[in-house]
């Protein structure tokens, strides 16, 4: 689930949490997150949570791809629960692309009024796999080192936001192109 100011954005009937599947997203609120208490920050990034996630980082924004979405739904005529459920079956998921040929999966949402799910498809094109543990981290960095570091991680500094702002264990090392080292240089500005 999104702040309900986010979830403004993303349409009826439509169930998409960019905190968790929107690189671009995340680059946005982490400019405005820098201006907040850290308390106002660390109740939202609860919204990444912890399990696997797959991360769009492709041009599309969140209203372009919400606005695909939508005609998408509408063209194969997927306007009740009741309707997506036998565009489903006898699968629970299914999936789709956008224009940029990423790969979307769509499946049963549980609330009633957001019956279509939508997040990136596992190894999609414009997509990364990622920790929900090691996405927060990285935002958290993002957020807490401001422009000053951006190119630089070091190890030190990861283990202090990890284990006091976030309340995760420390990490052995930080291997280039793996794990939180990929992942910050996906956030690395401009």
Same mark, same amino acid.
């Given at each position: 689930?999104?702040?309900?100011?986010?979830?403004?954005?993303?349409?009826?009937?439509?169930?998409?949490?960019?905190?968790?599947?929107?690189?671009?997203?995340?680059?946005?609120?982490?400019?405005?997150?820098?201006?907040?208490?850290?308390?106002?920050?660390?109740?939202?990034?609860?919204?990444?949570?912890?399990?696997?996630?797959?991360?769009?980082?492709?041009?599309?924004?969140?209203?372009?791809?919400? &606005?695909?979405?939508?005609?998408?739904? @509408?063209?194969? +005529? %997927?306007?009740?629960?009741?309707? *997506?459920? $036998?565009?489903?079956?006898?699968?629970?998921?299914?999936?789709?692309?956008?224009?940029?040929?990423?790969?979307?999966?769509?499946?049963?949402?549980?609330?009633?009024?957001?019956?279509?799910?939508?997040?990136?498809?596992?190894?999609?094109?414009?997509?990364?796999?990622?920790?929900?543990?090691?996405?927060?981290?990285?935002?958290?960095?993002?957020?807490?080192?401001?422009?000053?570091?951006?190119?630089?991680?070091?190890?030190? &500094?990861?283990?202090?936001?990890?284990? @006091?702002?976030? +309340? %995760?264990?420390?990490?052995?090392? *930080?291997? $280039?192109?793996?794990?939180?080292?990929?992942?910050?240089?996906?956030?690395?500005?401009?």
């Amino acid at each position: 689930m999104v702040s309900e100011n986010d979830l403004k954005q993303i349409r009826t009937p439509i169930t998409f949490n960019p905190y968790k599947h929107h690189l671009h997203f995340l680059k946005g609120k982490i400019k405005l997150w820098q201006c907040l208490p850290w308390a106002e920050v660390e109740n939202e990034l609860l919204l990444i949570g912890t399990n696997l996630i797959d991360l769009y980082c492709g041009k599309l924004s969140v209203d372009e791809i919400d &606005q695909q979405f939508m005609l998408f739904a @509408e063209t194969e +005529g %997927l306007t009740s629960a009741e309707k *997506l459920k $036998k565009w489903l079956s006898p699968k629970e998921f299914r999936k789709i692309k956008l224009s940029d040929n990423s790969e979307w999966v769509v499946k049963q949402g549980l609330h009633p009024t957001r019956f279509l799910h939508l997040h990136p498809a596992k190894y999609s094109p414009f997509t990364v796999r990622v920790r929900g543990t090691t996405l927060k981290t990285v935002v958290a960095l993002s957020v807490l080192t401001g422009k000053k570091s951006r190119n630089q991680l070091k190890l030190q &500094q990861v283990n202090q936001v990890r284990s @006091e702002k976030l +309340g %995760l264990s420390p990490i052995k090392t *930080l291997e $280039k192109g793996k794990g939180i080292a990929r992942i910050w240089s996906l956030f690395n500005w401009p």
